[in-house]
């Protein structure tokens, strides 16, 4: 009887200790399989925090400054919902806050800077206009007025450049205007270039353009101008052609030059529209103005500006769209009218045919009549003779105004 106690206990205490080692080795499996979780989860912050500092961070800051820059997101999908995701993400958008806020102090402060600088070029610039022009008044020598000229036309390339820039700082664009027809308009934009010989232009002369819009539409057709003799074989020309369309008018500009790729197409076309605004000191190097100022123009005063078609020569089509309330009909001068005469009384009526003589024109003689002979061409005349005549028309009232003439009393006036 006691051996057979003796065997049950040892029985109940094998299994006993049968289900401790087996709660033991899974309670020791479950500690094993949380050590590795935790092990690898720690690792994935590790990681994780590693690629926020050498590669997001990076990738966010420069995306502010170029948006074409793609910014990766976490490398462990499973850590978003997390409270480390989370603070990464908090961490990331605290950063993006602070470089757009510092950004924006920057471009502020460079555009009162460059706004500044430029009113004063412009400034000087029209000191040096008003100089050159008395200068010309001054001197009739034919080189000297043709060297005048030379400058004058190259202080007015300098003027448009600070123009541009400052329209680009958020400055007026420039004086005042009465209505101007379009191919006066396309001529003024034709003069602030310097290829300005090979621009050739084909304009209607009932096309205007209301005052208002003048000079920020000569400033935008001149830096198209400028750019398409720029990327164009000097050995070629630029096509200027001005016509009317049913929404208003188009001003349509074609080179022969290389052309533009995809993504230069997409990227200026961006530019262009003057949706978003463009950051002064992210213009590149050498800094590219002449798009960025005429997007701020187009989107400032309601006319379109597109370079998304290629020219029938080879190179890129620009068109300028300008809309029906852009537009103005050129004044046409009143004819007076005359009054209809009014029917002479009977006793004053013409007399009656054959009581009084009558005048009869004759014929002119056919032998006194002579041929006269056709008046000879003048011959051309050289920049020097050109230059010479006008510095006579110059002189010439500044003498009349020098000369004292007497007063009746025999005093000098």
């Not at 106690?5 to 080692?21: D, H, K, N, Q, R």
């Not at 402060?109 to 500044?116: D, G, K, N, S």
């Not at 720029?230 to 016509?243: A, I, Q």
């Not at 290389?258 to 530019?271: D, F, P, V, Y």
Request: proline share 10%; charged share 20%; aromatic share 2%.
């Amino acid at each position: 009887m006691s051996h057979l106690l003796i065997e049950v206990l040892l029985t109940l205490c094998l299994v006993v200790t049968a289900v401790v080692a087996v709660r033991q080795w899974r309670l020791s499996a479950a500690l094993h399989r949380r050590h590795a979780e935790l092990l690898g989860e720690l690792r994935a912050r590790d990681e994780e925090t590693r690629h926020l500092v050498e590669t997001r961070l990076p990738a966010l800051a420069e995306s502010l400054i170029q948006p074409s820059v793609p910014v990766p997101g976490l490398l462990h999908p499973h850590l978003e919902s997390s409270t480390f995701g989370r603070s990464v993400q908090a961490a990331m958008g605290l950063l993006e806050h602070h470089v757009r806020a510092a950004l924006g102090r920057a471009d502020q402060a460079a555009r009162a800077t460059l706004a500044a600088t430029m009113r004063g070029m412009q400034s000087l610039a029209g000191e040096q206009r008003h100089a050159i022009s008395a200068m010309q008044r001054r001197y009739d020598h034919p080189d000297i007025l043709s060297d005048l000229l030379g400058i004058d036309h190259m202080n007015a390339q300098l003027g448009r450049r600070a123009q541009a820039i400052a329209v680009l700082c958020g400055a007026w664009p420039g004086q005042q205007r009465g209505d101007v027809p379009l191919e006066n308009v396309v001529r003024g934009a034709t003069s602030r270039i310097r290829d300005y010989p090979r621009v050739r232009t084909t304009a209607r002369p009932d096309l205007a353009l209301l005052g208002r819009v003048v000079e920020p539409v000569v400033l935008a057709v001149a830096e198209l101008l400028d750019n398409a003799a720029r990327h164009s074989p000097p050995t070629t020309g630029v096509e200027v052609s001005v016509y009317p369309v049913h929404t208003g008018a188009v001003i349509m500009i074609d080179d022969g030059g290389i052309g533009m790729h995809e993504h230069e197409h997409r990227h200026a076309t961006e530019i262009l529209s003057g949706a978003q605004p463009v950051d002064v000191t992210r213009l590149g190097d050498p800094p590219k103005i002449g798009f960025a100022a005429i997007g701020a123009l187009a989107h400032r005063y309601g006319f379109q500006v597109s370079v998304d078609s290629p020219s029938p020569y080879g190179g890129v089509r620009a068109v300028i769209l300008l809309p029906t309330e852009l537009l103005a009909h050129p004044s046409v001068p009143e004819v007076p009218t005359l009054p209809p005469p009014t029917p002479a009384p009977a006793a004053l009526a013409a007399p009656a045919a054959g009581l009084y003589p009558q005048r009869r024109r004759r014929a002119a003689d056919p032998a006194l009549q002579q041929a006269q002979p056709p008046a000879a061409a003048a011959p051309p005349r050289s920049p020097q003779q050109a230059a010479a005549v006008a510095g006579a028309f110059q002189r010439a009232p500044r003498e009349a105004r020098t000369t004292v003439s007497p007063s009746p009393e025999g005093n000098p006036s």
